[in-house]
């Protein structure tokens, strides 16, 4: 059995990447960072809100709240996608990351 | 200063949770005790397929809260069954009272189910009066969403609470963010 480690990620970065594959919202991004990486990182959802505003803030992403859910007492969800900026800069953090991690096995 | 009163804040809001939690329990054991008179019936009639005529039928199956003490303890429901004893076929009364036992069974779990939804509904809709809307919306509405799906996944009632405890923590933490970063937006634009 491999062991799988806990990954301690910056949560700006990681909810970037999950936006990558399509829109969502903060529960339905904490879930698929999860599932990605089959349990290694885990965004805690205190931190997950205040992260999602400030790539607003950043222009990094933009939001849209659905219509009313009976399943949330008549509250709507909050939808974040990526913006053009910030689907560039997802692209650049990805390359970043790659080559940090290539260079361990290259010199091997 | 600002870490001093998020922390504040949030223990206000963890006691205000608990303290509601004891609240919405209370209330909802004197509604049970109002309805304790009440009984659910589920109707349910039997016919013999072969002879009519040596039918059981059953008139109703159905459960209903005990004059208990504790009323609010779904455990103490009973099943009761009615039925015309005019057939002497005891594997089909066996039958007919297993089923009535999977009925009440069922039914207890509904039961704690609605419990719970209602008593976590009726904590987090007090709560969302003092928050912001967007925090509201977006982060209470998820918590709730989660708790929800947590409860049809049959959770224990302590997880359930822990949830609930986090979803006040967190939100008021938020909102001294969200309050903070707005009053700090408005200033740099005077």
Redesign the interface.
């Known amino acids: 059995m491999v062991h799988m480690m806990k990954l301690f990620i910056d949560h700006k970065a990681a909810l970037l990447q999950a936006l990558v594959a399509g829109e969502g919202y903060g529960l339905e991004l904490i879930d698929r960072v999860k599932q990605q990486t089959n349990g290694a990182i885990m965004l805690g959802q205190g931190r997950v809100y205040p992260a999602l505003r400030e790539l607003e803030q950043e222009g990094l992403v933009k939001s849209y709240e659905s219509d009313p859910l009976p399943e949330r007492g008549g509250r709507p969800r909050r939808y974040y996608k990526l913006t053009a900026e910030g689907r560039r800069a997802a692209t650049a953090q990805r390359n970043a990351v790659n080559g940090l991690f290539q260079l361990g096995w290259e010199a091997r | 200063m600002y870490d001093m009163l998020t922390v504040m804040l949030s223990l206000i809001g963890a006691v205000f949770a608990v303290w509601q939690l004891k609240r919405s329990r209370n209330d909802f054991v004197a509604q049970r005790k109002a309805a304790e008179k009440l009984s659910i019936w589920i109707h349910k009639s039997d016919v013999h397929l072969q002879d009519p005529s040596q039918a059981l039928s059953v008139t109703s199956i159905g459960t209903a809260t005990t004059p208990s003490s504790t009323p609010a303890d779904p455990k103490s429901n009973v099943i009761f069954i009615g039925y015309q004893q005019s057939h002497p076929d005891s594997d089909h009364q066996l039958g007919l009272f297993q089923e009535a036992a999977e009925l009440a069974k069922a039914y207890r779990v509904e039961a704690q189910r609605l419990q719970t939804k209602h008593r976590t509904?009726k904590v987090?809709?007090v709560w969302?009066a003092v928050l912001p809307a967007?925090?509201?919306?977006?982060?209470?509405?998820?918590?709730?969403?989660?708790i929800?799906q947590r409860i049809a996944a049959g959770q224990s009632r302590r997880i359930i609470s822990l949830r609930i405890v986090?979803a006040v923590?967190?939100t008021a933490?938020?909102t001294i963010?969200?309050l903070f970063?707005a009053i700090g937006r408005s200033k740099s634009r005077n």
Do not use: T
């Open positions: 509904d987090l809709q969302s967007r925090i509201n919306n977006e982060v209470l509405g998820d918590y709730l969403e989660d929800h986090a923590f967190w933490a938020d963010g969200y970063k």
